[in-house]
């Protein structure tokens, strides 16, 4: 399940402005936008590409790549889980010699 976050009252001023005030919105906007665009001129580069035979490794290729197979999903070991970021803040923790 999801946790709450613990950032207090400061994360939650944070959160209102980032997500309701007329700036928060303008730049969450722009940023969608932002990634349409950058997805609409790849795939306009890729038609480009393709059209024109450049990008050797994908055009000599027998036709398009075949697609993946991706297995089903396992469940997560909540267990395992939650000892690998343990061990990952315990590494940070050492390496930059922080206190928790």
């Known amino acids: ?13 944070i959160t209102k402005a980032v997500t309701t005030s007329d700036l928060g919105i303008s730049v969450r906007r722009s940023v969608v936008k932002g990634a349409q665009m ?26 398009r790549p075949k697609p993946r197979e991706v297995p089903d999903l396992k469940p997560l070991n ?3 889980a939650k000892q690998l970021l343990q061990i990952s803040d315990d ?6 010699g922080t206190s928790p």
């Open 38 to 63: 950058m997805d609409k001129l790849d795939g306009q580069w890729e038609k480009f590409s393709d059209d024109n035979g450049l990008g050797a490794a994908r055009f000599n290729q027998d036709g």
């Open 78 to 80: 909540v267990g395992i």
């Open 1 to 13: 399940s999801v946790q709450p976050s613990f950032a207090g009252e400061v994360g939650a001023k």
């Open 91 to 96: 590494a940070f923790i050492e390496f930059t």
